[in-house]
């Protein structure tokens, strides 16, 4: 992987997704260099929300792969950041 990629992953209701995302990580565990979890969030709009930062490794069809799981997601969205 010659590119950094950083997802954001916003989780809306965490304890209804939380399963399905751990399924989803241990999946792509592979290309998961750093997982970092911020559980409260002071906007009062964000409810039960929680941000999950992920900085991805290895190749990149793979990574893309978990970036396209993560989309099908309802109450998840997810951003990405190449450097």
Do not use: W
């Not at 969030?41 to 991805?56: F, R, Y």
């Amino acid at each position: 992987m010659d590119q950094l990629v950083i997802l954001g992953v916003m989780v809306k209701e965490k304890e209804k997704h939380a399963t399905r995302l751990q399924e989803i990580f241990t999946k792509y565990g592979c290309s998961i260099k750093t997982r970092l979890g911020l559980n409260e969030l002071d906007i009062p709009e964000a409810g039960e929300a929680g941000l999950i930062i992920l900085e991805l490794m290895g190749d990149m069809e793979e990574c893309g792969r978990l970036e396209n799981e993560l989309l099908t997601m309802d109450g998840v969205a997810v951003r990405k950041m190449t450097f």
